[in-house]
């Protein structure tokens, strides 16, 4: 057979890695050698099967909460049916996950039910808040100083907000615990994500504070932002200036702002 092209090969090994078609038509014996003790496809196998042990763990490892909240036999089907279609693409495994928490919002078993059961929202909330924290870790932010005004308060340069229907939130902190959560009940939960230093702050917020801070995100002052959150949200000016300043404290020592 004619040697292969190093495109060629990569496609090969690729195909034969992670799907049943390989794409380009070569047989094993035409690739790998064989060995005293191993055929050339016992070569092809131990390799396959070394592959795909990690990227489940690199999944495993982006999505340890979701493991925990799964178990591990589902979280390994699961996995394995997701890297059947979704085989890595991407110089770095850091994007191996992308496409996790869509795969299981289109896969979730109640799909075609007319009433959907809580749980498998809380899986996909789950799934996206762990690969949004990794993509919050790698995310590049500009060195540039903000134009506000000396000594005034301004948003974390990463500072995320969160809404979930479950408390997704306190479920991951308490698996990074090393506790053991349970599966919650559904309950609105609001949480601020900030990186300091390369190391991910994760505070929850009420209701209110989350409005506030996502119209201060959005680039209001911080005036503007209390007098929208009196007008949308039904409380007086009186009301947010009291408790304003309990949150500053708080926004102040959690880094949200500063």
């Known amino acids: 057979m004619e040697a292969l092209s190093l495109e060629q090969l990569q496609k090969w090994m690729q195909g034969n890695l992670m799907y049943t078609d390989p794409g380009v038509q070569a047989g094993v014996a035409d690739v790998v050698k064989p060995s005293a003790r191993l055929s050339a496809q016992a070569h092809l196998d131990i390799y396959k099967s070394s592959y795909i ?30 890297l059947e279609g979704n085989p890595s693409e991407s110089y770095t495994l850091n994007d191996l996950g992308k ?42 932010v500009a060195d540039e100083e903000y134009a506000t005004a000396a000594g005034a308060l301004r948003p974390a340069r990463v500072l995320h907000l969160f809404h979930h229907s479950h408390p997704v939130a306190d479920y991951y902190l ?17 949480c601020a994500v900030t990186r300091r230093d390369y190391r991910l702050g994760i505070f ?9 801070l996502s119209y201060i995100k959005a680039g209001h002052d911080i005036t503007t932002a209390k007098q929208m ?19 500053e404290r708080f926004f102040v020592g959690a880094g949200v702002m500063g």
């Open 53 to 82: 042990a990690r990227l489940r763990e690199c999944l495993r490892t982006q999505f340890g909460a979701l493991a925990h909240a799964l178990g591990p036999q589902l979280f390994e089907a699961f996995t394995d049916q997701y």
């Open 99 to 140: 496409k996790f928490p869509d795969f299981l919002q289109a896969t979730r078993p109640d799909a075609d039910q007319p009433e959907k059961e809580t749980w498998p929202d809380f899986m996909i909330e789950l799934a996206r808040f762990e690969y949004a924290l990794s993509a919050i870790f790698d995310e590049h």
């Open 174 to 190: 308490a698996y990074t615990r090393k506790e053991t959560p349970e599966l919650p009940w559904p309950a609105d939960s609001y």
């Open 204 to 212: 929850a917020i009420r209701p209110a504070q989350y409005h506030l």
């Open 229 to 247: 959150l009196a007008q949308n949200f039904n409380f007086t000016s009186e009301q947010v200036e009291a408790v304003w300043p309990e949150w």
